[in-house]
C-alpha cells in the first residue's frame, strides 16, 4: 500500500469573498476533509488560506476554494505549492 503524499498549498482567493462567510466555510470544509492551516481576511478585500494534508483532501479542497459557499463570486484563485512542513495541529480563522 503506497504512503500517502502530504502536500502544501498557499492560496489567495479574490473576487465576492468577504461577508459571505468564506472563512468560516474554509474552516468547516478543511476540517470535514481532515485538513491543517489557516485562513484570513487580507485588507484588499481577498482571502488568503494554507492548506496541509494528503494531496487527494488538498486538491478536493482546492476545488471547493474555486467556487467558495453559497453567495462567494470567486474571479481568481492564485495557487503556490509548497514544501509540506506539518507545523499545524488544526485549521484556524486568523485575524489579523
Known amino acids: 500500500m503506497p504512503v500517502p503524499e502530504n502536500v502544501r498549498a498557499h492560496i489567495i482567493v479574490s473576487g465576492q469573498v468577504q461577508g ?3 472563512r468560516a466555510k474554509t474552516q468547516q470544509t ?5 485538513l491543517t492551516g489557516w485562513v484570513k481576511n487580507l485588507s ?3 482571502v488568503e488560506a494554507v492548506f496541509e494534508g494528503e494531496k487527494p483532501q488538498v486538491e478536493q479542497m482546492l476545488k ?3 467556487s467558495g459557499p453559497r453567495g462567494a463570486s470567486v474571479r481568481d484563485l492564485e495557487l503556490t505549492w509548497e514544501d509540506f512542513k506539518g507545523e499545524f495541529s488544526s485549521f484556524d480563522i486568523k485575524y489579523s
Request: proline share 0%; no cysteine; glycine share 14%.
Open 30 to 34: 478543511a476540517e470535514e476533509l481532515g
Open 64 to 66: 471547493w476554494a474555486k
Open 20 to 22: 459571505v462567510f468564506f
Open 44 to 46: 484588499d478585500g481577498r
